[in-house]
């Protein structure tokens, strides 16, 4: 179960997380709460989830909450937005990017090993 994840609340927020990137590996997941596959991407997520406490950071983003923050990390990264969408960073750069139904626990711990 995730106990950890944060929100992705502003560009201030993505730029912090971009640094933290070099000490850890992030993931993304970025969330439409109107939309029912993004809600199954979630509940997947939700339910699969057994990293370790502090093993990576895992931020949300609300897509209809904060659509500039999507932009910004299209913009900086070369991205094209999806929604559902998990983008992992490691040392300030996309590693990995999936979306939809392709998202899952398992995939992300193929990309930060």
């Not at 950071?57 to 913009?75: E, M, P, T, V």
Request: aromatic letters at 8%; glycine letters at 4%; one cysteine or more.
């Amino acid at each position: 179960m995730i106990t950890s994840w944060k929100n992705l609340e502003s560009l201030d927020d993505l730029h912090q997380i971009v640094e933290d990137s070099k000490q850890k590996p992030i993931v993304l997941f970025k969330h439409s709460t109107r939309c029912g596959t993004s809600l199954h991407a979630k509940h997947r997520l939700e339910s699969e989830w057994d990293f370790e406490e502090g093993e990576l950071g895992f931020y949300y983003l609300d897509l209809l909450q904060h659509r500039d923050i999507s932009n910004g990390i299209a913009d900086q990264f070369n991205v094209v937005h999806q929604s559902p969408q998990i983008i992992i960073l490691k040392n300030e750069q996309v590693v990995y990017h999936i979306s939809h139904n392709a998202i899952s626990v398992d995939r992300i711990k193929e990309v930060i090993k």
